[in-house]
């Protein structure tokens, strides 16, 4: 806090000193539609996600381990040929080992800018749509707790980027055979690749993230290296919606495809 912000309002937008209109709202078009839809696509995956953190089964289908179950941390882990099962938390664990690790890409997501305005639209109607007054009296933006712990996000950030390259070794070593040659491909490495890439891009198109490359400097002219990575990171971050939900589904996407071939209701084909 800077101590020049403005006072928290405390009657919402229908205080007095507001315009006296009439009407909820002035807009004629389906604004309603885009929060309706967010709200929608969010609680599907959350539904899905939830159903398969809970499972605790059929997330490992050699070469390939779900993005939800790695790195496999408890002892209680499916027996995996290889990848990151590195059972640093004893037996005592008896919960699915996907709730150890998922704490950390759901933190990410959920204090990141663009599902912070998501939900909040979506889910809190706070404010539902642009020109549309939200229907809470109070409102404290996110200077109070619990939403003062969205300033948590930079540090999410950095858990990110260790989920991301342990999702690059797990796509890595779908391209070894059962024999652990290294050439196999199976479609599922290709799913791999696409949802790693996805996730790469969206990780590093993060607010976050371009302010840890470019932020804090007085002249970029001192600095052309991070100018150049601050380019190339507010380019991504321009596109950083449509990127929180391609690597939303895709991450969903990786995951059922493992549940299919794990469950023996698909065979992973091989492309070479
Ligand atoms: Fe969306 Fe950081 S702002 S991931």
Known sequence: ATGTEPPIQRGGVRTGTRAAIGAAHLRTDRWWLAPAGTAAGLLAFIVYSTWRAFANTDYYAAPYVSPFYSPCLAENCAPMRDGPNLEIIGSWWGLSPALIILVFPL?????????RK??????????PACAVAEPHKKY???????????????????????VAVILTYDTVL????????????????????VNVALIWAYTLSC???RHIVGGRLKHFSKHPVRYRLWGW???????????????????GLADFYVYLLASGAFDDPRLF
Request: glycine share 8%; hydrophobic share 45%.
């Open 233 to 251: 990171v507010g380019r991504l971050n321009a596109r950083h919606m449509q990127l929180a939900w391609a690597s939303l589904v895709s991450v």
């Open 140 to 162: 404290s933006g996110e200077t109070r707790f619990p939403l003062i712990l969205q300033n948590l996000h930079r540090y999410f950030f950095y858990a990110a980027l260790l």
């Open 207 to 209: 607010h976050s993230c």
């Open 118 to 127: 998501a939900y909040y639209r979506g889910f809190w109607a706070s404010p």
């Open 174 to 193: 779908t391209f070894r055979d059962e024999h652990y040659a290294w050439g196999h491909m199976g479609l599922g490495s290709l799913v791999f690749l």
């Open 107 to 115: 933190g990410f997501r959920l204090t990141c800018y663009y599902y």
